[in-house]
């Protein structure tokens, strides 16, 4: 159960969660996630799409993740969620801390504009 | 419409188990009566308490044998999970799981999965003899879901 993740802009990157994120590689995850922290990577795309589950421990990490990134003024996104997390998310009420997509796409542009937003009204200041 | 399956090998117990959960979504299994989300709930259940037992049961040096009966009756599914581990004090380790999790200002990354087997499910038991740990007992964990009943989670992330 690999675990990819992808630069797609300086700050932002893309994690291909795939089958699972369980118990068996929430820890994968973490330290995947981590290694692009340290590298600069503050907006997370999580693609679900194709997941089959996403149990406690799961979520816990997410979650880690979403604490870790938040005094950097980074941000955690859902993106292309499968069923099973879509209930995942209803049954935890996620969907009120972690902003929805339905696709990467979707994610990439939304996150990428902001952030040329944000560039514009700096140079401006 | 009922499903029983037995797995011994726990390095695989949980890709077999979602394997299991597939063929039942293409042999629409449980279709009717439960819906999608009862269904998902379901899964997610059962997932939990086999990965409580494939990261905590002590199966000493016993072949381990987790067995999972599904029955789906009207719009509600009770499962039961039967394993010959030595089994574990389910009332302790749900307080301790409670404590950490809710009673606490940093919630760890880990630990929550009794507290969410409690909050999405119905008339969850732990069967275990006495005194523990048993050496030849079987311990069983039975809940049901009903399609009736939209649970929600309510655990500090």
């Given amino acids: 159960m690999s675990i990819t993740i992808q630069n797609v802009a300086a700050d932002t990157a893309v994690v291909c969660i795939g089958k699972a994120l369980d118990f068996r590689n929430a820890a994968e995850f973490k330290q995947a996630c981590q290694s692009r922290i340290d590298g600069g990577t503050r907006s997370f795309v999580l693609d679900f799409s194709g997941t089959g589950i996403l149990d406690s421990t799961g979520l816990g990490a997410v979650f880690s993740l979403y604490r870790q990134l938040t005094p950097l003024g980074g941000q955690v996104v859902f993106a292309a969620v499968s069923r099973p997390v879509q209930v995942v998310v209803q049954l935890t009420r996620t969907y009120k801390v972690f902003r929805q997509y339905p696709s990467v796409e979707a994610a990439q542009q939304q996150l990428l504009s902001r952030s040329t937003s944000n560039g514009s009204r700096a140079g401006a200041a | ?157």
């Fill in chain 2, 1 to 157: 419409m009922s499903q029983q399956i037995q797995f011994q090998d726990l390095g695989t117990v949980v890709e077999d188990l979602h394997g299991l959960f597939e063929c039942w979504e293409d042999d629409e299994a449980f279709l009717p009566p439960l819906d999608t989300f009862t269904r998902e709930v379901m899964k997610l259940a059962i997932h939990e308490w086999v990965a409580n037992l494939v990261q905590h049961a002590d199966f000493s040096d016993r072949t381990p044998l987790i067995q999972l009966v599904v029955q789906a009756n009207g719009k509600s599914v009770r499962c039961k999970i039967e394993d010959n581990s030595r089994g574990f004090d389910f009332d302790l380790q749900l307080a301790r799981q409670h404590d950490k999790v809710v009673e606490t200002t940093v919630p760890p990354d880990r630990g929550r999965g009794l507290l969410m087997m409690i909050a999405c499910t119905e008339n969850l038991r732990y069967h275990q003899p006495s005194p523990l740990p048993s050496a030849d007992g079987h311990h069983r964990l039975e809940f049901s879901i009903s399609a009736s009943k939209k649970p929600w989670i309510d655990i500090p992330f």
